[in-house]
């Protein structure tokens, strides 16, 4: 009999004392206290090193060194890493990036732990469809597609794609393959889910949606769904099935970090039409589903392989201070966190790809429509906890350990969006040690939490909820926990922010300074960012 620790609430409140020990099989007990934790990854500090310089001494540095270029990228996640290959590649033979962080990548970065790589942020692909025609050539150029000469179709190279089982669910007392609840018993439950179905394909063939979504024009009917919350849509469409609803709340948090109430009805369809559509169990009529590319470390390989050609043009350990546009060139104030001096750079043109409410805060006169963007801009926290594990853990009965693993919980819950296992693209068949990368989309509420709560707290929270819902002997077999913070990890996609017409005048912003980021599309997402960089930088 498997000992039953403290109770979700006492484990995932935001603040207060942390949970107590936790038994765990055989007689055995460890507190989770005693496992290691530590903050990996980005620094809050260098992020609030403008506020922190202006405060101190009223006024910026003046700069020890000034550097020019032919061009300059502002933000080195996949937006600006875009940008930088279009520039280069379009002849701008000096372009240069400065880049917050020891590396570049934002959300795309990786991590190691022992021999095992991991996620940072975002860890898989889809394989892009005809609309991310940008994405498209570019995965060809590095291999990851190839065209078939007899069909003229793309492939993917399967080594990357990911292995099966690909995902299960955690619900009624076992695991069963795929993350949408089985309708199995349940004929309103089934018909709820054909009834979403078909109202997506009516929506796809009536409205249009594309990734990138700029690719697909936007109509009175899109506008109307943008105006409501995704919640007030499936009410107003009788849709109100717990399972489905538990279902469609799970996608928003994992895509947009904020559930049904939160994100608006356009955000919700978008996510469907967009790309795979959406299939009640049964449905004879495939989803459109492509595979997805993963790797251990996720979108990190991805990045890599973005960032490796153009390394010499890429300065990290950069906090941009100041940009101001003159009449000839556009001049960039830096803070050099190695030298801990400021630098100045001078270029003709810069792409500032950094998120909207940091560019309204460095440009020195931000265009209205910056100003008015960044005023409407909400982000998610995010916490992403990699957990190395000593040894496999015990499994419950049903589906087979999966690449993305979750449980079952209803809409509105601020559980573990579940986690991936980094070894699962391994070729060996036992299971071994391995890292499990654990996701959480939290409310906005505890942004300070996360900032002020040390990370063995959060460690706590995170191992002892997946003790108690899924894995009673995980906190035995965890030797490590390290764990990711982002304070203003994605953009949501409230009513209003897609049709807003501050971000169309930002897309279309011509001359010296240029905006590139997936803040622009009002989510985020791989393929608008790489889309984004390529359109500033023509």
């Known amino acids: 009999m498997t000992p039953r620790g403290p109770r979700r609430r006492a484990v995932l409140r935001a603040a207060g004392a942390a949970p107590a020990a936790w038994l765990v099989g055989c007689g055995r007990e460890r507190a989770l206290a005693d496992i290691p934790a530590r903050w990996v990854g980005a620094g809050h500090e260098r992020g609030h090193h403008l506020r922190d310089l202006t405060a101190k001494s009223g006024s910026l540095p003046a700069p020890g060194s000034q550097h020019r270029a032919g061009a300059l990228v502002l933000g080195g996640g996949i937006a600006g890493l875009s940008a930088l290959r279009a520039l280069v590649n379009s002849g701008v033979a000096d372009a240069q990036l400065l880049e917050l962080e020891d590396d570049a990548g934002g959300n795309s970065r990786g991590h190691t732990m022992g021999p095992f790589g991991c996620p940072l942020g975002a860890h898989y692909l889809p394989v892009p469809g005809p609309d991310a025609h940008e994405v498209s050539d570019w995965l060809h150029e590095i291999g990851l597609l190839r065209l078939d000469p007899l069909r003229r179709v793309s492939v993917p190279d399967e080594r990357h794609l990911c292995h099966s089982p690909q995902e299960r669910l955690f619900i009624d007392g076992a695991w069963q393959d795929g993350l949408l609840a089985s309708a199995e018993g349940r004929p309103d439950t089934l018909a709820q889910y054909r009834r979403f179905g078909a109202r997506v394909t009516a929506l796809q063939r009536e409205l249009g949606f594309a990734l990138p979504t700029q690719r697909a024009p936007w109509t009175p009917g899109h506008a109307a769904l943008e105006a409501q919350t995704f919640a007030a849509w499936l009410q107003a469409e009788g849709l109100h099935d717990a399972r489905l609803l538990a279902y469609l709340d799970y996608a928003c948090r994992d895509d947009y970090g904020a559930g049904l109430g939160t994100v608006s009805a356009w955000a919700g369809i978008h996510y469907f039409a967009s790309r795979h559509g959406f299939r009640a169990p049964g449905d004879d009529e495939p989803a459109i589903d492509g595979g997805l590319f993963t790797w251990p470390e996720g979108n990190a390989w991805l ?18 201070l100041r940009v101001e546009q003159g009449r000839h060139e556009v001049n960039v104030l830096v803070w050099n966190e190695a030298t801990r001096q400021a630098e100045a750079w001078a270029a003709p043109r810069a792409i500032v790809a950094l998120p909207l409410f940091i560019a309204a805060r460095v440009l020195a006169n ?21 957990l190395q594990l000593d040894s496999p853990l015990l499994d419950r009965p049903g589906a087979p350990p999966s690449w993305d693993n979750l449980a079952y919980a209803a809409a ?9 296992d980094a070894g699962h693209q391994s070729l060996n068949p036992v299971r071994e040690a391995t890292v499990l990368t654990v ?13 002020n709560d040390s990370a063995s707290t959060w460690a706590q929270r995170v191992i002892g909820d997946l003790a108690h819902t899924l894995h009673p002997d995980l906190p035995r077999r965890v030797s490590q926990a390290d764990l990711m913070r982002y304070g203003h990890g994605m953009r949501i996609p409230v009513p209003g922010a897609r049709g807003d017409p501050a971000l169309a005048a930002l897309r279309q912003t011509t001359g010296r300074l240029r905006f590139a980021h997936a803040d622009l599309s009002a989510y985020s997402v791989f393929e608008e960012a790489f889309t984004l960089g390529i359109g500033a930088a023509s």
Do not use: D, F, K
């Open 303 to 320: 990045m890599r392989r973005l960032a490796a050609p153009h390394a010499e043009r890429i300065h990290t350990g950069r906090t941009v």
């Open 412 to 420: 509105g819950s601020t559980t573990a969006l579940g986690y991936v």
């Open 439 to 451: 996701y959480h989309a939290l409310p906005e509420s505890q942004r300070s939490a996360l900032l």
């Open 366 to 386: 931000p265009p209205p429509a910056l100003t008015e963007a960044a005023s409407h801009a909400r982000y998610a926290p995010w916490l992403v906890s990699n």
